[in-house]
Every structure is written in C-alpha cells, then in structure tokens.
C-alpha cells in the first residue's frame, strides 16, 4: 500500500508508546485516524495533539476500548465503518508486560497479558479484517508481537507466550490471506528496547477483578526494564519503520539489526535440540 493520504488507519494502544507515535505518524501522512485505548484520558490528550499538529479534527477519531473485550473491539470496527465507510491499515498495537518466574505467576496475570497481548490481536484480525478484505482494495495489518515472540529469555514467561502466541497469529493470517489472494498484506511488527513506560505503565491498566500481589521476581524484572526501555529507540524511529515495511509489504519487522542474527543463532541451536541462550532484547 503505497498511498496513505486520504485512507482510514486504526490504532490500539494509541494513549502512549509506540502506539501514539504510530497515531501521529499516520496522521501526518494524511490518513484519517481512529485511536482506541483503555485509558479516556490518555485517549482524549493524544487525539488533542494530532489536531494541534495540524489534523483536521474530522480526521481522528476517538474509541475508549478494551482490546480484552470482543464486544469493545466489535463496536470499534462498527463506528469506524459507520463513519468513515472503510478501513486500510490496522494496527493492533496495544501491549501490557507481565513477568516473572512462570511457576510464580497466579493464573490472573496470564489470564491479562494474554487477554491484551494475544486476545486483543485475536478480536482485532475478525472484527476488521472480513470487511476489509469485502472492501476489495490495497490493505494492511499491523500486529505488534515484540522480539520476545522470537528469542525466548527468563524472567518473563508470560509476556514472552503472549508475543510467540501473537506472532503465530500474525503469520498464520498472513499465510491465509495470500491462499485466498487477498490484497491485505501484514506485518508482524517485532520491536526490541522502545523507549516506552510499559514496564511501569502496564499495571495501571489491570482490571481489578484480575488484580495480583506483587512478588518479589515480578519487582527484579521490572526494574530491569524500566532501565533497559530508558536506553532503548525513540518510538516515533519504530513509527517511520512500519510505515516503510507497510509500502515495501515486508512481513518480518525487526527494529534492531542485530537481532537478524540472534534469530539465525537461535534456530541453529533448537536445530541441534539444545535449549538456545537467553536472547538479547536491547
């Protein structure tokens, strides 16, 4: 999909992160943008910005949502198609961190990160994509899987079986879509250290009902994270990069160079049935 200006984009997670750099690097393509997010507030300030930026306010479009919920996700695609008639480029973006050691973690926090991480791409792909393939024109999906779908470390189960999770979705629509030659193209977007706040920011989006007692493992991984993404690429550099794999159709998206050659290192080791060394993230 060559063309961006004047085509509809629709972004999850869109409050912070990747997310909203995404957001505002569409938006100045000329795309009309509709943001969804589980935080009103955060929701609310980034579509503020693109209209200070200079989007025409008829241009963005603004849906508090749970991607956990099928039925949020469904009344998302309902008013984006209600209202503008059509949507070209999806991103399912919207990310939370749980870590710690697996044998630790209380059903609840698998029960979240899957149901943001993997769930949410899950109601994304069939509330979206069936009208966007009827539309019968040049489209994207955009899935957010993170370089942990790929190079598996400890301390971080949960997140890490949501991303593998999510990436084998992402490439398993793909492969559908090109069996039935549709013009929806994806990109499984795997990015390593963004300068984000998810290692601080994820928790104050659990919902109470899946709320947990800290853990002395879960605090150790966290701080680690909160220094590593502090050291990690600013997200409007992963936000030019989907736009480019989005016009090149490029399906893998790795944000870090290196990181080529930590996969090719990891599939020779699982190719000798050796358990591979813990994957550098940064």
């Known amino acids: 999909m060559q063309e961006l200006a004047g085509k509809v984009a629709v972004v999850t997670g869109a409050g912070s992160g990747i997310g909203l750099a995404l957001a505002r690097r569409l938006s100045a393509e000329g795309m009309r943008v509709a943001l969804a997010d589980v935080e009103p507030n955060r929701l609310a300030e980034a579509a503020l910005g693109l209209v200070d930026a200079g989007a025409d306010p008829l241009h963005v479009l603004v849906q508090p949502t749970d991607v956990r919920l099928a039925d949020e996700v469904d009344a998302l695609a309902d008013r984006v198609f209600a209202e503008w008639g059509q949507v070209d480029l999806l991103a399912n973006n919207a990310g939370v961190f749980v870590g710690g050691f697996l044998w630790e973690r209380p059903a609840a926090d698998l029960e979240w990160v899957l149901g943001v991480n993997l ?128 016009r090149h159709e490029r399906f893998l998206l790795l944000t870090h160079p290196h990181h080529a050659d930590a996969l090719v290192e990891r599939a020779r080791q699982l190719a000798r049935g050796v358990l591979p060394e813990r994957g550098d993230f940064t």
């Not at 069939?126 to 966007?132: I, K, L, N, T």
């Open 119 to 246: 769930w949410g791409i899950l109601h994304g792909i069939r509330a979206f994509v069936p009208r966007m393939i009827a539309q019968d024109t040049e489209g994207h999906v955009v899935d957010t899987c993170s370089i942990a779908g790929l190079l598996g470390t400890p301390y971080a189960g949960p997140y890490g079986i949501s991303k593998f999770a999510a990436l084998a979705a992402t490439e398993a629509l793909a492969a559908d879509l090109a069996l039935v030659g549709s013009k929806v193209k994806v990109t499984a977007l795997c990015p390593g250290m963004v300068a984000t706040d998810i290692a601080v920011g994820s928790e104050g989006h659990r919902p109470a009902e899946l709320a947990t007692d800290p853990t002395e493992d879960q605090a150790f991984v966290n701080e680690v994270l909160v220094e590593v993404t502090a050291q990690g690429i600013d997200p409007a550099e992963v936000a030019g990069m989907v736009v480019d794999a989005v």
